[in-house]
T-cell receptor, first 114, second 115 residues
Framework: AQSVTQPDIHITVSEGASLELRCNYS??????LFWYVQSPGQGLQLLLKYFSGDTLVQGIKGFEAEFKRSQSSFNLRKPSVHWSDAAEYFC????????????FGKGTRLHILP | GAVVSQHPSWVICKSGTSVKIECRSLDFQATTMFWYRQFPKQSLMLMATSNEGSKATYEQGVEKDKFLINHASLTLSTLTVTSAHPEDSSFYIC???????????FGSGTRLTVV
């Protein structure tokens, strides 16, 4: 079975600084990988996804992520964060079988300093 | 883009009663829908996977008789929490998969409080 690890529970960065959120996965085949963002009390919004092809994926709101098979990682990056980026970020991995369910990491809470 | 409508957004019910939560895909056919549960400040835990016209597949540890899932059409899935108790209070989120694009879209969630 697949699993997702987000090693950082909380991350604090200053507004305007760069950001990298870490995600490692465990899956036997080529995974489908996702990053979602959740504001308090809200549903999830897809930032970006990787299925195949170019390992550097561009998403919404200026986010990007890079799939590194050798490191089993799919880290999320943003060159300059805004105060509105403060939220919970979830990395997820999808199974490529009949059910195609996706499993979420525990999340990383991003705090932005003014 | 794909939109999933989830209702109600919040509900308060008395212990022992049942609550139904609806999840609708508005502009695509959802071959598969997923139900998640999220405790405060925690991640989403997959409860079950439902495919249109067939029985739901429940994750280990999820009581199928308590959390009834019906996926009667390609645009609607419902989760019924039967005989709800305070420990069932949680944030429930549905997700619908567009069979054509392999896109997953999430509903806005339902905050259930059992008193």
């Amino acid at each position: 079975a697949q699993s997702v690890t987000q090693p950082d529970i909380h991350i604090t960065v200053s507004e305007g600084a760069s950001l990298e959120l870490r995600c490692n996965y465990s899956y036997g085949a080529t995974p489908y990988l996702f990053w979602y963002v959740q504001s308090p009390g809200q549903g999830l919004q897809l930032l970006l996804k990787y299925f195949s092809g170019d390992t550097l994926v561009q998403g919404i709101k200026g986010f990007e992520a890079e799939f590194k098979r050798s490191q089993s990682s799919f880290n999320l990056r943003k060159p300059s964060v805004h105060w509105s980026d403060a939220a919970e970020y979830f990395c997820a991995v999808g199974e490529t079988n009949r059910d195609d369910k996706i499993i979420f990491g525990k999340g990383t809470r991003l705090h932005i300093l003014p | 883009g794909a939109v999933v409508s989830q209702h109600p957004s919040w509900v308060i019910c008395k212990s022992g009663t049942s609550v139904k939560i609806e999840c609708r895909s508005l502009d695509f056919q959802a071959t598969t829908m997923f139900w998640y549960r999220q405790f405060p400040k925690q991640s989403l835990m997959l409860m079950a996977t439902s495919n249109e016209g067939s029985k739901a597949t429940y994750e280990q540890g999820v009581e199928k008789d308590k959390f009834l899932i019906n996926h009667a059409s390609l645009t609607l899935s419902t989760l019924t929490v039967t005989s709800a108790h305070p420990e069932d209070s949680s944030f429930y989120i549905c997700s619908a998969r567009d069979g054509g694009t392999y896109g997953y879209t999430f509903g806005s969630g339902t905050r259930l409080t059992v008193v």
